[in-house]
């Protein structure tokens, strides 16, 4: 996970958008080990131990039809693709993706 974060980093500034820095990430998701795949996770603990290390990222629902509310899969996945599309929508510009 890191090595993808630092490629990803990377890339923004070869090409000359040093701006884009943050992430989209997946709601309830680890990827603990390092500080930077730690702040594109979601485990509580680890952000209130490291959070002051850790960098902005966005946080997507997962598209999981045994939590959803609603309890059939094509909902639950059409709800989460919407709520993707719209935070791609409003945070294109600062997402390293």
Known sequence: M??????????????????????ITMQNGYHED?????????IQLS???YGSFMFE??????PYVYR???GDPKHCRDECLNILEQLLKEKHQEIAH
């Open 68 to 70: 959803s509310k609603s």
């Open 2 to 23: 890191e090595i993808a974060l630092k490629m990803a980093f990377q890339y923004w500034k070869n090409i000359y958008k040093p701006e884009k820095q943050k992430f």
């Open 34 to 42: 390092t500080v930077g795949a730690i702040s594109v996770g979601s």
């Open 57 to 62: 990222s966005f946080k997507a629902p997962i």
């Open 47 to 49: 952000h209130q131990v």
